[in-house]
């Protein structure tokens, strides 16, 4: 039960990242690709719950990840650009739909109930430690920009807490393929490795910035004047110029540039 509860949490995780995603009208530098694949790990254990029956806690928190992923998915091609948007259809038609589909019909092969139960289970174990791994996406981004604004800290966290409490559990209970204890430890290294990504880069951020100086030497500023007017601050002579016209004031260390030219 309070595995269910985590696993809640960790469905609302984004709601923050899909909220900005809606009040800006785009979806900036976000991947789909982390809710994509929730979305089908949700599908995959929803069918194996299914599969062997007496499982209600199982489905109910299963459906309510579908429904949640779904919504997650359609805003995100609701704003997106348009390469990003068909990407994202692509890669939805493919696993979601294409993969999903595929996997029912091998495991359907299977003639033994009980033997298909357990295929089908081990499957929706190997594809869980993938929903721990697909915050990853963003790790080069954040790499290359130092920045870990488009990295989400709370799908992150609530992951790996979700790891920690399937994995007690397992010690507790092994009959069930679901709370194996092996896909979260997976799940865990992989949860804690990007809580130590983002507090790593989150710190290069607050760093205070040093406003850059540039070497002393000749450089040219250029500034409107009216025409017959000079500057006061100007020691050499200055030419009338037309109104409308451009003065390029010279100023450095160089010598010449006192002289008239």
């Known amino acids: 039960m309070i595995g269910n509860i985590v696993s809640f949490f960790v469905f609302l995780a984004p709601v923050p990242t899909f909220y900005r995603i809606y009040r800006n009208k785009k979806t900036e530098d976000f991947q789909s690709i982390p809710y994509l694949v929730a979305l089908f790990s949700s599908m995959l254990w929803l069918y194996y719950a299914l599969l062997k029956g007496h499982s209600f806690l199982l489905i109910t928190i299963n459906s309510f990840g579908c429904v949640i992923e779904m919504m997650y998915i359609a805003i995100y091609i609701a704003y997106a650009l348009r390469s990003t948007r ?53 790790v080069a981004r954040v790499v290359q ?25 397992g010690f507790f ?66 030419l009338s110029q037309p109104k409308g016209a451009v003065e390029v004031v010279v100023s450095g260390d160089d010598p010449g540039s006192d002289q008239p030219s």
């Open 145 to 169: 920009t130092n920045s870990v604004e488009f990295m989400p800290f709370s799908l992150s966290f609530f992951l790996t807490l979700s790891a920690i409490m399937w994995f007690g559990y």
């Open 86 to 138: 068909n990407s994202t259809i692509k890669l939805f038609a493919l696993m979601n739909m294409g993969l999903f589909s595929l996997l029912i019909l091998i495991t359907h092969f299977i003639p033994n109930g009980d033997a298909r139960t357990t295929v089908f289970g081990w499957i929706c174990t190997t594809i869980s430690v993938s929903v721990f791994a697909a915050p990853l996406s963003i």
């Open 173 to 238: 209970q092994r009959t069930d393929i679901c709370i194996h204890p092996i896909p979260n430890i997976v799940g865990f290294v992989l949860g804690l490795s990007q809580m130590v990504l983002y507090g790593y880069y989150r710190n290069r951020e607050e760093l205070p910035q040093h406003d850059v100086h540039p070497p002393s030497g000749k450089a040219s500023e250029v500034h409107p004047v009216k025409g017959g007017e000079a500057r006061a601050d100007e020691q050499q002579p200055q």
